[in-house]
Every structure is written in C-alpha cells, then in structure tokens.
C-alpha cells in the first residue's frame, strides 16, 4: 500500500459518520471530495455565492453547528451554492481547502465559510462556534445571508424541515476506520 493512502485514510468507520453527512446533505449541501471539485466550485462562478461547510465529528459541530446552518437556510435568502468537507474523513479536499484558501486562519473543524470568487466574505471558526445554540448560530448567519446573499431561500421546504433529526454523538463512542 503507497504510503499516502495510509496518510489520507478516514479516521472514522464512513457507516458510522453517515448520518452527520446526511445532515448536511438532505438540507442541500453538496460534498466535495477532490481538489478538482473544490477548485470547480469555489472558483468557477466568480459572481455566485458559496457556503462551504468543513463538517466534524465534534460534540459543536452535532450539538449545534449543524443544526444551526440548517435553521438559517430556512431563511428568505441564502447562498447560491452549499458544500461541505467532512474533517478527518475527505482528507485531502480539508487540507487543501485549509492550504489554499484559509492558509491565513487556524485549522477549525466546524467552520463556515462564505466564499465569493475564491474569496473570503465571512467565516465563523470553531471558537465562534463553542457554546452557542443553534438558534445563535442561524441568526449570526441570517444576518449574514442578509448582507451578502440574494438566492430566494429556503433551501429545503418547511415540511421536510420539520422532519430533520439531528443526532447528538461524542466522537469517542464512534468506530474508528479499521479498513486498509
């Protein structure tokens, strides 16, 4: 096996972690998983709007980050565009973001990011994150949204809104990857 591939395996079994992917997904997000997808994306369409999501394992990201970014794409408007990264599980699209566009800021898993244009118009790192509610953190991004944004929102409609589960999970309870 290349060494790198050991390098860049997940730290978590992908069953396990599913659900913190899924909601992020169900409410209109789009994973990236390689530098050509975080290039196409983040850089293609200069004018849009772009979220982008580094999801995590951690107690801020299930408790309350999550559940907050998906509260405030319930809003009026909203980013053109919604992608994650998932920390510690699409290793190389993490890093890469965190080389080529937030070199200037410490690693911080959960983060939002607005991007324009390959550029920086907001972000709210980890400590930004950390004993707020989900209610704290949608109305920080609304203002935001606000400012910033002009995609009629919601992202997803209120009735499967009102279905979302969030799930609360210590990352200490998961299986780690135990494939090659």
Do not use: W
């Amino acid at each position: 096996m290349d060494k790198y591939e050991i390098q860049y395996r997940p730290n978590y079994d992908p069953a396990a972690i599913q659900y913190m992917r899924d909601e992020l997904t169900v409410v209109g997000f789009t994973e990236l998983s390689t530098l050509e997808e975080v290039d196409q994306t983040l850089l293609q369409h200069p004018e849009e709007t772009v979220l982008l999501v580094v999801n995590s394992v951690c107690g801020c990201a299930a408790g309350s980050a999550r559940p907050g970014v998906a509260l405030a794409l319930q809003h009026k408007e909203i980013p053109d565009q919604l992608v994650t990264v998932f920390a510690g599980m699409d290793k190389k699209a993490v890093e890469y973001v965190r080389q080529r566009f937030l070199s200037s800021y410490v690693p911080s898993s959960p983060c939002f990011v607005l991007f324009r244009n390959g550029k920086i118009e907001f972000i709210m790192e980890r400590k930004d994150l950390v004993n707020r509610s989900p209610e704290e953190i949608s109305e920080i991004l609304i203002r935001v949204f606000d400012e910033k944004c002009q995609r009629p929102g919601p992202s997803i409609s209120p009735e499967k809104y009102a279905q979302l589960e969030n799930v609360v999970i210590c990352s200490s309870h998961l299986p780690k990857y135990q494939g090659n």
